[in-house]
């Protein structure tokens, strides 16, 4: 059951992207989303990203009709921040977050700041990311790095906001700054999720939920898929994190909210669910999270 729903949910995604000439010369006919029983949420996307110039728009315009019903575009440097109010602003159904990514914290100063403590203020604007550390490679600073965490993470706290987190390869002092900072009050998610069972535990004990995307397809992927597994069901959320982290079948080539049905169906076999409840339990789970419904 559950392979048959996802075989026909990318089915049904093939054809439409093989419709998009079609959506062009005709897109009055269109019938948006009026027999979805089912509607995904992609938790995470890029749709800043340089590598959407050609088709960001026929994309997003599109994924309403293929049972992505929500996307939250996140930002990761001053540049995308911008960009993401833009998207948030012409489409219905994509919100934002905004925040600097680790990786970009040299381009922050007070001035920016105060910006971005504004900017995080406006509608549709839903939680304050992606934000965190990353010592996969030695720069920036990793002193600066945790500054500008903390500081970020103060601004989702003042703001009411949650938060999405961006950890890689620095689980313990993104563990200590959350809990040093009370982050349990803020909430949130840890995008991505790529550590083991054990700090899956210490996150989901602070409340947060746990962001899964195409590396849960992946087959060398032992700890993610364990942690698939070993996870309470609400507190998963789907994402992309398009352009990147392709799922199999597309693992190496530009991601889009498209590939999100391999997700959940990767997940559903895990967990020896049917695909349609984990399409319908994670999407709640992305609107109790970002606080969509209140
Ligand atoms: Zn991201």
Same mark, same amino acid.
């Given at each position: 059951m559950a392979l048959l729903w996802g075989v026909f949910c990318i089915a049904r995604i093939c054809l439409a992207i093989s419709s998009l000439d079609w959506y062009n010369k005709d897109s009055k006919n269109s019938k948006r989303?009026? &027999?979805?029983e089912y509607s995904m949420i992609?938790?995470?996307?890029?749709? &800043? &990203?340089?590598? /959407?110039? *050609? =088709?960001r728009d026929k994309l997003l315009t599109i994924l309403p009709e293929v049972g992505i019903g929500l996307v939250v575009n996140v930002g990761a440097s001053m540049e995308s921040c911008k960009s993401t109010i833009a998207l948030t602003k012409k489409y219905p159904h994509v919100y934002g977050a905004l925040g600097v990514h680790p990786g970009s $914290?040299?381009?922050?100063?007070e001035d920016r700041f105060v910006w971005l403590s504004q900017a995080v203020?406006?509608? *549709?604007?839903?939680a304050v990311g992606e934000i965190g550390l990353d010592y996969?490679? =030695?720069?920036? &600073?990793r002193q600066l790095q945790k500054d500008w965490f903390a500081r970020q993470i103060s601004l989702a706290a003042d703001v009411g906001l949650p938060m999405i987190i961006h950890s890689r390869e620095a689980a313990q002092d993104t563990y200590d700054i959350m809990r040093s900072l009370g982050c349990e009050d803020v909430g949130g998610v840890i995008h991505c999720f790529s550590y083991g069972v054990e700090m899956a535990r210490k996150f989901l004990d602070m409340g947060f939920y746990l962001g899964l995307g195409?590396?849960?397809? /992946?087959?060398?992927a032992r700890t993610v898929k364990e942690v698939a597994a070993y996870a309470?069901?609400?507190r998963i959320v789907l994402e992309t994190d398009c352009p990147y982290l392709?799922? $199999?079948?597309?693992?190496?080539k530009r991601n889009s909210s498209l590939n999100l049905p391999y997700v959940a169906e990767a997940i559903a076999q895990i967990r020896d669910m049917d695909v349609e409840e984990v399409c319908r339990v994670t999407s709640e789970n992305v609107r109790a999270l970002y606080r969509l419904d209140s």
């Open positions: 989303g009026e &027999d979805m992609d938790s995470h996307a890029h749709y &800043d &990203d340089e590598q /959407f110039e *050609k =088709d $914290v040299e381009e922050l100063n203020r406006q509608e *549709k604007i839903v996969y490679y =030695d720069e920036p &600073d195409g590396v849960v397809t /992946f087959k060398n309470p069901m609400d392709s799922p $199999v079948p597309y693992r190496g």
